[in-house]
């Protein structure tokens, strides 16, 4: 006998299905987006030889994507306020796939530039993903579905393993052809079966208006600074741990590859991992002790110790990188009010972004200039140790567990 349910428990039953289906959507399409983010770095080594690139140029063509990436989610985050996650996730996936197939035909370092530049879309994508999933969760269980979301990053896991494998086995522009058919199955899919929590709101106030309401936010600045650092830290090493093995220690081209896709792995699964925390024990806490461990670790590792000894270095401070992440992400969902959580995410997405845009390149200009990486080490321990210092003495005390307005017209 069929028992029929109440219709208070079928709409029950119908948003934890939606919320469900839009968390598979958005992580699987962060996923491949952020493959497509990161081809040129798992390939970077490749084309150093094939061209004769130098380590800053080479630095450079790795960088640009990321750069490009983060300035997009400013925008990209507005547009997802305005007309809903399920369009623009879909759009910019179908639109990611046009570079991805121009840079399978690139062959000198202009085009391979251009190609990156218009890349770097894909990485955008992350400021649609945040406010799409944060909608469809109430606020003591977005930390751990935005900590699922952002394991999306392993799509630069994927590139790292996969990207070499395929170029090696099949052709260098084979692994580009198999992206841009994964970015274009998971933007129809999207189109297809992917939905809003509710539909999109007519937004009236300018683009300009509503990135500077939330960028005049305190704790959109404040997590933006925290983010340049966990989230670009976690960028900055994954381009460029597979140029810094290779110079340091002489491992192979997919050695390296494969160490620098094992941190970005480590990093990704903590992320949901920071986010749960922070729904239990306060991000503050599981924010300022992921910033300790990195500043140590990135003293350890400076000096190049044993590769055993670098080994657990870069993955305890992966394990902190994301951490950071998912804590920093479960902060922003309730300090910041859910119309304004896209612009707040382009906000804070683009300050992570560019965190790791200029890592690689310091790195790039401090060994070409001295021959060692010790410099730029140190200098990533310094500052990560001045923000635990924030974090801890400034961020803690005050807390964010607190109510926020319920439209953006209560900010101002």
């Not at 399978?104 to 890349?119: E, Q």
Request: glycine fraction near 14%; charge should be positive.
């Amino acid at each position: 006998m069929t028992t029929l349910r109440s219709v208070p428990e079928a709409r029950t039953a119908a948003g934890r299905g939606g919320r469900t289906t839009a968390l598979v959507l958005a992580t699987a399409g962060l996923a491949v987006n952020f493959w497509a983010w990161a081809l040129l770095s798992p390939l970077g080594p490749v084309y150093k030889e094939l061209l004769a690139l130098s380590p800053l140029e080479v630095s450079v063509l790795v960088a640009v994507p990321i750069v490009v990436g983060s300035l997009g989610r400013i925008a990209l985050g507005a547009l997802t306020d305005r007309y809903g996650g399920r369009l623009m996730f879909g759009v910019a996936s179908l639109l990611g796939a046009a570079p991805v197939v121009f840079l399978a035909f690139a062959r000198n370092y202009s085009t391979l530039l251009a190609g990156g530049l218009v890349l770097g879309l894909t990485g955008a994508t992350f400021a649609i993903g945040v406010p799409y999933v944060n909608a469809w969760f109430p606020p003591e269980r977005r930390g751990l579905a935005l900590g699922i979301f952002g394991m999306g990053n392993i799509g630069t896991a994927i590139s790292g393993f996969a990207t070499p494998w395929l170029a090696d086995r099949f052709g260098r522009p084979v692994p580009f052809f198999v992206v841009a058919a994964a970015l274009i199955a998971i933007g129809l899919a999207f189109l297809a079966i992917g939905r809003d929590a509710s539909p999109a709101r007519p937004v009236t106030e300018p683009f300009l208006t509503r990135f500077l309401a939330a960028a005049r936010r305190r704790d959109t600045r404040e997590l933006a600074g925290m983010y340049a650092l966990t989230f670009g830290g976690f960028v900055a090493f994954g381009v460029y741990l597979p140029l810094y093995l290779k110079s340091v220690y002489g491992l192979a081209t997919t050695d390296a590859a494969a160490r620098a896709a094992g941190f970005v792995l480590l990093a990704t699964l903590a992320r949901p991992v920071g986010g749960w925390l922070a729904d239990r024990i306060g991000g503050e806490l599981v924010l300022g002790g992921a910033l300790g461990t990195v500043s140590v670790c990135a003293v350890i590792v400076s000096f190049a110790p044993a590769m055993p000894l670098a080994t657990v270095g870069f993955l305890t401070m992966a394990t902190a990188l994301g951490l950071g992440n998912g804590a920093v992400f479960a902060l922003l969902g309730r300090a910041v009010p859910a119309p304004m959580v896209g612009s707040a995410t382009g906000v804070v997405g683009a300050a992570g972004g560019l965190g790791g845009f200029l890592p690689p390149i310091v790195m790039g200009l401090i060994n070409q200039g001295t021959g060692s990486y010790a410099i730029g080490l140190m200098l990533l321990a310094t500052m990560a140790f001045g923000a635990f210092i924030y974090c801890w003495f400034t961020l803690r005390p005050r807390g964010w567990a607190r109510p926020v307005p319920a439209d953006l017209h209560a900010i101002r």
